[in-house]
């Protein structure tokens, strides 16, 4: 079945405790891409890659960091997480580019940082 | 830098009346417009999208959104809707680089609302 697969669906943890959230992919997808949801906001881009080892800053990329090895794999770092990142967060794909296919998004994983 | 808005924050609907949800956005050139829809607890899946072309677009579920560029809107309409359809609807705007698509500003959702 094609799908992205996000890794854990729940996480609570504390300030300053290193955190990776995977985000794994099936299709062969070149785009990939990390959105943070909020009440009131919407969903807001942290990070994106076009292609292997090519990653991009979205709209709000402080505090997160990405990296893209393999094209299926695209895991979220929180070096040093603080309580502002406490959000819900999705992974998504597409073939070529959310402007010209679909995005595909991963069930969600919610972050509680105390 | 594009932005999407989405005046309606709640909408609330009768099943079997027909539905319309706003979207209004600001871009520089022609844009590549989206809608998604969120159901509870699951990530978004996409309803339609608008590229060129026909300015009504027919999407799954039985929805449909127009183009008007005149008044810079993207709308989403339904004839009829079922309680099925109580979800988040986000728009979202397209935004191409030089090298392709860099990603989508989405708006802030509608949450619309299924009276039975």
């Known amino acids: 079945e094609a799908q992205v697969t996000q890794n854990p669906r729940y996480l609570i943890t504390v300030t300053g405790k290193k955190l990776t959230v995977t985000c794994s992919q099936n299709?062969?997808?070149?785009?990939m891409s990390w959105y943070r949801q909020d009440p009131g906001l919407g969903l807001r881009q942290i990070y994106y890659?076009?292609?292997?080892?090519?990653?991009d800053k979205g709209d709000v990329p402080e505090g997160y960091k990405v990296s893209r090895k393999e094209k299926r794999n695209f895991p979220l770092i929180l070096e040093s997480p603080s309580p502002n990142q406490t959000s819900l967060y999705f992974c998504?794909?597409?073939?070529?580019?959310?402007?010209?296919?679909?995005?595909?998004f991963g069930n969600g994983t919610r972050l509680t940082v105390t | 830098a594009q932005s999407v808005t989405q005046p309606d924050i709640h909408i609330t609907v009768s099943e079997g009346a027909s539905l319309e949800l706003r979207c209004n956005y600001s871009?520089?050139?022609?844009?590549?417009l989206f809608w998604y829809v969120q159901s509870p607890g699951q990530g978004l899946q996409l309803l339609l999208k608008?590229?060129?072309?026909?300015?009504l677009v027919q999407g799954i579920k039985g929805f449909e959104a127009e183009f008007k560029r005149s008044q810079s809107s993207f709308n989403l309409r339904k004839p009829s809707v079922h309680w099925s359809d109580a979800a988040e609807y986000f728009c979202?705007?397209?935004?191409?680089?030089?090298?392709?698509?860099?990603?989508?500003?989405f708006g802030k959702g509608t949450h619309l609302i299924i009276q039975p």
């Open positions: 998504a794909s597409s073939l070529l580019g959310p402007a010209n296919s679909p995005l595909h």
């Open positions: 299709m062969n997808h070149e785009y």
């Open positions: 890659s076009m292609n292997v080892e090519v990653t």
């Open positions: 871009y520089g050139a022609t844009p590549y």
């Open positions: 608008y590229f060129s072309g026909d300015t």
């Open positions: 979202a705007v397209g935004v191409v680089g030089g090298g392709g698509a860099d990603g989508l500003t």
